[in-house]
């Protein structure tokens, strides 16, 4: 077994490198109806790397939304992060995200759901449920974004921008047809195994998959008040079709190896080499002020796995340092250099092995539960949010977390939370820090919790930036379509006016 994982992620590696030095080297997104040279046994592992990439690569979503989030700061002889401190969101800022996402993960799931024939209707509905799922993310980055003449490469180079309301209804429509595809698939259809890097051809799990999606999407529009009737009516169709939501981690792993271009994309970005040597990034990166200080005002043993303790501490043994963001002058004692601040913590950062976290559970049993709160979904509010605390301990190796719930501290405690949705949104911040930063961002721009997060101090505005700029590339390559350059600071996506 083991070595069917380390020649399949070995072929992972390779075609993505391959891929990446040549756009001829998958004939299938060059005609997906008619792929010649390789089979979506081939195409689901090499897209669910990508997957994991965009993800938790260098200066990926995921380091993006940590910034943001003021999770993260920088420590004292390093000059990574100055254009995050400063918010510079302009046309070359995190382009990677939206370049990435067309230009390789898409592209993969696009060849999958096209594919024709009864034999392949798993491989289409995780294609689509994938797709819809990288759609999500580009809609709550960038609002109005090419969808329905994306992905056809030589046919429309220059796709329209479609509206960002629209794109989230069809999504809607396309993970209800990706169940009825896995339920209706016929005794002819292949299964995935090993070549689903994150199931592992459980088609069961996939179904729950695409619900939670789907509840995602829902829980963002909740604030609209025309969108409450439809909310009420895809709610029912999650209910009335009984897979429910997910009940674990849902993570990517290919099978991770401590070879050169083969680690886990988050270790390999600010872990150790190969080697064992430190590398810079993992250097540079240090707690914040803030998220020190909040964690440590919730008693919150998570912040031992959140944030590892200083190497050589200057202070009290055991006590955890934050920097603020955007600190141009260091203190002259040299106070705040690695190893005297608190690095990114053993929670998180593991092993040149670790699964990639595409979606949590913790993440899902918040969303549960503030739509149970919000009567949009049947359900325990405090039972859901209570659980979502236990799973983030859990997941990150702490333990406490019963007590914890028990505190007489608002957003800890259920009871003592006077505001039920900032404590949800709070918890869910300190859940997924580190994990997936960027959904903590989009949450704050929905609900602007947590509540007196500062900016940078190099920031010359009085609050981060509530979306992303459209890259260069499409300046320069789509121009007749792009919409005008949003106001990064003031034009919000739709679900959050």
């Given at each position: ?106 592209k993969q799931y696009h060849a999958l759901t096209t594919l ?182 919730f008693n919150d043993a998570r912040i031992d796995f959140i ?55 913790t993440e899902a049993l918040f969303l549960q539960s503030e ?127």
């Open positions: 077994m083991m070595k069917n994982i380390k020649k399949l992620l070995m072929l992972c590696f390779a075609s993505v490198a391959l891929y990446s030095c040549s756009e001829s080297y998958l004939d299938v997104n060059t005609d997906p109806n008619n792929p010649t040279e390789v089979g979506p046994e081939l195409i689901l592992p090499v897209a669910q790397v990508y997957t994991a990439n965009n993800l938790f690569g260098n200066r990926s979503a995921n380091t993006l939304g940590n910034m943001l989030m003021y999770n993260w700061s920088q420590s004292d002889g390093f000059s990574w992060y100055y254009d995050e401190f400063e918010y510079q969101a302009d046309a070359t800022f995190y382009g990677g995200i939206f370049n990435q996402a067309y230009g390789s993960t898409l024709e024939g009864a034999e392949f209707a798993n491989y289409n509905a995780i294609g689509e449920i994938m797709k819809a799922l990288q759609f999500q993310i580009l809609v709550d980055a960038y609002g109005d974004i090419p969808y329905s003449e994306a992905l056809q490469r030589g046919e429309n180079p220059t796709p329209k921008y479609d509206d960002a309301e629209a794109i989230y209804d069809d999504l809607i429509v396309k993970l209800t047809q990706a169940i009825a595809t896995i339920n209706n698939a016929g005794a002819s259809a292949l299964v995935p195994s090993a070549d689903d890097t994150m199931f592992g051809g459980d088609m069961d799990n996939w179904k729950k998959f695409a619900n939670t999606i789907k509840l995602r999407i829902l829980v963002r529009q909740s604030g609209m008040a025309s969108k409450a009737a439809y909310i009420a009516t895809e709610m029912n169709v999650i209910t009335n079709e009984g897979s429910g939501f997910i009940t674990s981690d849902v993570v990517n792993n290919p099978g991770y190896l401590n070879e050169e271009g083969k680690q886990s994309p988050f270790y390999a970005d600010f872990g150790l080499t190969v080697s064992g040597e430190t590398q810079n990034n993992g250097q540079a990166t240090s707690a914040s002020d803030f998220a020190v200080a909040t964690l440590d005002g944030y590892a303790l200083p190497v050589d501490p200057l202070g009290a043994p055991g006590e955890h340092v934050g920097v603020p963001q955007g600190i141009l002058n260091y203190p002259s004692d040299n106070s705040l250099e690695p190893e005297h601040v608190s690095l990114l913590g053993p929670g998180i950062l593991i092993d040149s092995t670790q699964d990639a976290p595409i979606f949590t559970l739509a149970a709160f919000k009567s949009i979904l049947v359900g325990n509010a405090q039972a859901l949010y209570e659980a979502g605390v236990t799973a983030s301990f859990e997941r990150l190796g702490a333990t406490g977390a019963a007590t914890y719930l028990t505190q007489g501290i608002p957003n800890t405690g259920w009871n003592a939370s006077t505001d039920k949705l900032e404590a949800i949104i709070t918890q869910k911040w300190i859940a997924l820090n580190g994990i997936n930063g960027f959904e903590s961002w989009i949450e704050y721009n929905r609900t602007g919790f947590p509540a007196n997060l500062p900016v940078s101090m190099l920031a010359t505005t009085a609050d981060r930036p509530v979306r992303l700029a459209y890259p260069n590339s499409e300046i320069s390559s789509n121009s007749g379509n792009l919409p005008s350059q949003p106001n990064v600071f003031t034009d919000k996506i739709f679900w959050a006016n």
